[in-house]
């Protein structure tokens, strides 16, 4: 089984800086892909960036604007999202997502969330 605990959401003012992270624990899965999505009030969950096991990136264009970078710690199984210089556009929900093979199959698992509010 895999689960994937997101932290580091919360309130920040305009212009801050946050740094997700999302960490898969369990046993007997290997992760391929890791992502962050975000779902902001009233409008559909959107990808903000994915990342494969050997490093290569995809960031959403609308999303990032070179604020955003995605790393991850293949010996820990986490994933981050760094965000620089916050606006209140980047208030929503974000989800961790991967793509794990696991000694029954392929999944796709998603994280719970975490709310991050851009707000002065």
């Known amino acids: 089984q895999v689960q994937l605990v997101e932290s580091g959401g919360g309130l920040v003012q305009p212009g801050g800086s946050l740094r997700l992270s999302c960490a898969a624990s369990?046993?007997?899965?290997?992760?391929?892909?890791m992502g962050w999505y975000r779902q902001a009030p009233g409008k559909q969950r959107e990808l903000v960036a994915a990342?494969?096991?050997?490093?290569?990136?995809?960031y959403a264009d609308s999303a990032v604007k070179g604020r955003f970078t995605i790393s991850r710690d293949n010996a820990k199984n986490t994933v981050y999202l760094q965000m620089n210089n916050l606006k209140p556009e980047d208030t929503a929900v974000y989800y961790c997502?991967?793509?794990?093979?696991?000694?029954?199959?392929?999944?796709?698992?998603w994280g719970q969330g975490t709310l991050v509010t851009v707000s002065s």
């Open positions: 997502n991967a793509d794990s093979t696991t000694i029954i199959g392929d999944i796709e698992v």
């Open positions: 369990g046993s007997g899965f290997s992760i391929s892909t």
């Open positions: 990342i494969t096991r050997g490093g290569n990136t995809h």
